[in-house]
């Protein structure tokens, strides 16, 4: 008969794979996933780097699991905003503020999940997570259109733009390249009311719409 594995196994090997992916998150929001090794992640985590092989089959593996995670509760939050009850302008210009400031909280992350070079598999992810926001844009752009709050558009090439330029945006301000560094306070605030502007108008929201507030 195989050896099956106890309960209490299964939950401290769960454990240690989830201890070992929030390391391997922070070091990927250090350093990039180009320097986020199997050897500096299991440092980090405090283990030999062939234990990480115990969770994982491959440096990938990892990275796409970290991607998937990250990735996805930023998804989950918009997705949150976006689709609440109430008036979908003011949810529009109320998502692309509350996604551009956590981004902005996190530039180590966000610039990772957003932009940073990767490898090809963490790339398909990349691909696959921008369909997962235009589709949340687009949904509420369309009920902005049926309420008569946004002019007849096509929704989905309206949620492409509005995708592609919410992260080209931000990738110079995330960037931890940037000789400028971490924008201030003020800076942050401006550039939130600027983006949410543009993001308003992209979706043809008449001028006088509410913008949410921009403060960090």
């Known amino acids: 008969m195989a050896y099956r ?9 769960q454990a240690a794979r989830e201890h070992l992916v ?20 299991a440092d980090s ?87 997962r926001y235009r589709a949340l844009f687009a949904e509420v752009v369309r009920e902005g259109t049926a309420a008569g709050l946004l002019p007849a558009q096509n929704a989905e090439v309206t949620a492409a733009a509005l995708t592609g330029a919410i992260g080209e945006v931000l990738v110079d301000p995330l960037d931890p390249l940037d000789p400028h560094g971490a924008p201030d306070e003020t800076t942050t605030g401006r550039l939130l009311a600027d983006l949410t502007a543009m993001a308003l108008r992209c979706a043809g929201a008449a001028p006088d719409a509410v913008l949410p507030a921009t403060a960090p």
Do not use: C, M
Not at 5 to 13: D, F, H, Q, V
Not at 52 to 65: D, M
Not at 94 to 111: C, I, W
């Open 5 to 13: 594995k106890t309960p209490a196994e299964l939950r401290r090997l």
């Open 45 to 131: 985590a405090g283990i030999a780097a062939g234990s990480v092989y115990q969770h994982f089959p491959s440096k990938a593996a990892l990275a796409v699991e970290v991607f998937r995670r990250a990735a996805g509760r930023e998804v989950e939050v918009l997705g949150e905003v976006l689709l609440a009850p109430g008036d979908p302008v003011e949810r529009l210009g109320h998502g692309v503020a509350t996604f551009a400031r956590r981004a902005l909280e996190n530039r180590g992350l966000a610039y990772a999940l957003l932009a940073a070079p990767a490898e090809p598999a963490v790339g398909a992810e990349r691909l696959d997570f921008r369909r």
């Open 22 to 41: 929030a390391r391997a998150t922070a070091v990927v929001a250090d350093v990039g996933w180009a320097q986020a090794s199997v050897t500096a992640v």
